[in-house]
């Protein structure tokens, strides 16, 4: 079974562009996450999306946005990029309350 | 709102030795589930062990085992016979019952095995 797949990998952006990562959750599982990665900041939850809808939200600026497609696959986009927004950015998927989640690989995003 | 709060920033020990990482959480919520990730060098974020806080056992999966004190709001990972390969971040996290597939993590503790 193949697991959360997320791409690109790597990324390096101008400040002030636009970027989209994508998120290919595991066969089955309609619940993507997106989590932010920082040294600073630690870990921390951007949003969650279930059937095409988001149900949660972190706390970060309307910069950051996401979606979900009938298949599930999920992408967020953050425009207008700050240095702030370079960090690791990891997609995880779950069956919705089973109480698991399941990590991609990340994709690390350098601001420059 | 929930907190998770990991008290050791870094530990080391040497191979095939006992090491116990500490977690403590806070919420005033009574169904929720907590669990330890690792993430390698790799960065791939790996589920270690989970345990349901209404399971009054604690959970294992073979060399790792939890010790959950719920009243003290205490989770702590032990990981026995350690392994080279154990070397990694280690996240503690909370996630609520139902409804919520939001992680909140701790700040980590990079943990060294030492050969």
């Known amino acids: 079974k193949a697991g959360v797949t997320q791409t690109p990998r790597y990324l390096i952006k101008t400040r002030g562009q636009q970027v989209t990562l994508s998120c290919s959750p595991i066969?089955?599982?309609?619940?993507v996450s997106w989590y932010q990665q920082t040294p600073g900041q630690g870990l921390q939850f951007l949003f969650e999306?279930?059937?095409?809808?988001?149900?949660n939200k972190g706390n970060f600026p309307g910069r950051f946005s996401g979606r979900q497609f009938s298949n599930s696959r999920s992408e967020m986009n953050v425009s207008t990029l700050e240095l702030g927004d370079s960090a690791l950015y990891l997609c995880a998927s779950s069956l919705r309350d089973a109480g698991e989640a399941f990590f991609g690989q990340g994709t690390r995003l350098t601001v420059v | 709102a929930q907190t998770v709060t990991q008290s050791q920033p870094e530990m080391s020990v040497q191979e095939a030795e006992t090491v116990t990482l500490s977690c403590t959480y806070d919420t005033s919520e009574n169904n929720y589930y907590l669990f330890w990730y690792k993430q390698p060098p790799s960065r791939q974020m790996i589920l270690v062990i989970r345990?349901?806080?209404?399971?009054?056992q604690n959970a294992t999966e073979n060399r790792f085992s939890v010790n959950f004190q719920k009243a003290a709001k205490s989770f702590s990972l032990k990981i026995s016979d350690s392994q080279l390969g154990d070397t990694a971040m280690y996240f503690c996290?909370?996630?609520?019952?139902?409804?919520?597939?939001?992680?909140?993590f701790g700040t980590g503790t990079r943990l060294t095995i030492i050969p």
């Open positions: 996290a909370f996630m609520l019952y139902f409804g919520n597939e939001k992680l909140t």
């Open positions: 345990q349901e806080a209404y399971k009054q």
């Open positions: 066969s089955g599982h309609r619940s």
């Open positions: 999306y279930f059937s095409e809808t988001q149900r």
